[in-house]
């Protein structure tokens, strides 16, 4: 077995790993990456990038098909399976190919290959081949698709998103088991491209929605397209001749049998923690398992262990991977100077259509609070109808008092954009009166932004009133 010693070792290539291990460089000391699959990271590879590619072939197939609507006849639209997913592949490819290069470009010396678990708080192991002594180390390892025990003999009729965006082909029909982005994504695209598609979810929410109304709003438009059978009571699946059966019951306890080609496994990721042998770190976990941090250090407890990406569980989107892991590799690098780095305002969408955004504080953490809440409705919002995509809701909330912007849920047109918007105003902390200062154009979608942004502004106007003709306030009383 060879003997390596490092300042800091990362585990894990992906994209928090990655960042982390250039952040701990940049502070002059030895850093080692190791890394057990191949390279290329989860978003480019099985993640973001190949969803949003068959999103776009779904959405080139639904706007042809719903030109009609303007009176415009493509003729009957015809989806070439086979040349849908060979641009998936190709332009996925694409993407993996310059992460690969980057990684090419690291010094093969601060590199290593293999499966890392602890030895103890500052040693690893990796394969059967190499101990590292790393004076801090980094965890990184991201998440895996939950694969549900009982459907394991499904076999490779239980697919997930590992296998998908490899098809050579599309599949005649699809069951797909989860009804949270993932699902709801490639669920949608996969109708879309005309694929019989059932989702199944368990509860009664779909993606990431908290927001009672928007959530509605959300089930009428999605619901309205495809099947979406949530309140899911039973999901089984057997094997059968060119496919799977699945019997499902809804609500109703009412048994439904039918055939699928494939179950695709979308009910959430679990992270990468049981190939580690966290009992040998020394460090505190919580009740899944996971170690415990500080969301601003990423440090976890007082140990030379940091942690960032999927695999902490906190907000498992790219863009906080790569910031998570940018505080853990400098913090990690620069130890013992722990400093708490830049978190944003959270901001996540999810790319169905309507798409689904979520800014700032979630609607179930500021309920109990009482916000004041600003909406609009996408149904006759000008631009909306122009481009007929009136349909969905935003919800905005703002504290009482200082009239600050908290958060917002939203389903509708273009969401990802109005997100950003809104993300960019919570972070500058504006109050509603300062975003109403801010010029929009006409017409656009975010007139929409507006209209809910007057509402939230009445509401606050009217706290100020009842202030003002309030008994306790009043001299004398
Ligand atoms: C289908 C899908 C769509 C998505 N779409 C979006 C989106 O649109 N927008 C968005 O923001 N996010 C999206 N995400 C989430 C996003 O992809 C992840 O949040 C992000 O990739 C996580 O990065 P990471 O570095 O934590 O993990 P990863 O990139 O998975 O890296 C972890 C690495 O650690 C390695 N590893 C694990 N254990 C060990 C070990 N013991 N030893 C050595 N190496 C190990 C793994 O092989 C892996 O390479 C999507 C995810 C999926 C699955």
Redesign the pocket.
């Known amino acids: 077995m060879k003997t390596i010693d490092v300042d800091v070792a990362v ?7 990655l960042t982390a291990f250039h952040a701990a460089k940049s502070h002059g000391v030895k850093v080692l990456l ?4 191949p390279y290329g ?3 480019a590879r ?3 990038m190949p ?2 590619l068959l999103i776009a072939a779904a959405d080139a197939a639904h706007h042809a098909t719903d030109a009609a609507g303007f009176g415009v006849h493509a003729g009957p639209v015809r989806i070439d399976g086979t040349a849908v997913m060979a641009r998936v592949r190709a332009e996925r490819d694409r993407f993996v190919g310059f992460v690969v290069d980057g990684v090419e470009h690291i010094d093969p010396a601060d590199r290593l290959v ?4 602890f030895l103890g708080p500052q040693q690893l192991q990796v394969d059967a081949h190499t101990i590292v002594n790393a004076a801090r180390i980094v965890i ?4 895996s ?1 939950r694969r549900p025990a009982e459907l394991q003999a499904l076999g490779d009729r239980l697919i997930d ?1 590992e296998q998908l965006f490899n098809w050579t082909s599309l599949p005649a029909s699809v069951a797909v088991l989860g009804a949270g ?2 699902g709801l ?2 669920g949608q695209a996969l109708h879309r491209l005309g694929v019989r598609v059932a989702v199944f979810g368990r509860g009664d929410h779909i993606g990431p929605l908290s927001d009672p109304e928007v959530l509605d709003s959300a089930l009428d438009c999605l619901g309205g397209e495809f099947d979406l059978r949530l309140g899911n009571q039973r999901f089984d699946a057997q094997r059968d001749d060119d496919g799977v059966l699945v019997q499902s019951a809804g609500k109703d306890c009412v048994v439904r049998s039918e055939h699928f080609s494939l179950v695709l496994a979308a009910a959430g ?1 679990a992270p ?1 923690l049981a ?2 042998q966290l009992d040998r770190s020394g460090l505190a976990l919580d009740a899944h398992g996971v170690p415990l941090f500080d969301r601003t250090t990423m440090q976890c407890g007082s140990s030379t262990i940091f942690i ?4 902490d569980a906190e907000l ?6 790569v910031d998570q ?1 940018r505080i853990a590799g400098s913090n990690a690098g620069g130890f013992p100077d722990v400093l708490a780095g830049l978190r944003r305002t959270p901001l996540g ?1 999810v ?1 169905c259509d309507p798409q689904i955004a979520l800014v700032g504080q979630r609607y179930s953490a500021l309920v109990a609070q009482k916000p004041a809440i600003g909406s609009v409705s996408f149904a006759d919002q000008g631009r909306s109808r122009v481009i007929r995509q009136n349909r969905g809701l935003l919800r905005m909330y703002a504290e009482r008092g200082s009239g600050r912007l908290l958060g917002a849920e939203m389903a509708g047109p273009r969401a990802e954009h109005l997100a950003h918007l809104l993300a960019w105003a919570c972070q500058s902390r504006m109050t509603v009166a300062q975003m109403l200062d801010m010029p929009f154009y006409h017409p656009v979608i975010e007139e929409g932004i507006r209209t809910a942004l007057r509402r939230l502004q009445d509401q606050l106007d009217k706290d100020v009133a009842d202030i003002e003709h309030c008994a306790d306030c009043t001299p004398g009383m």
């Open positions: 585990i894990g290539a992906g994209s928090a790993g190791i890394e057990r699959g990271t989860t978003c099985v993640g973001c969803s949003k293999g499966n890392a678990r990184a390892t991201g998440s698709p998103n982005a993932v994504e490639l990721r990468n190939d580690l960032a990406g999927d695999v498992p989107l790219l863009h906080e991977a892991g969408v790319f």
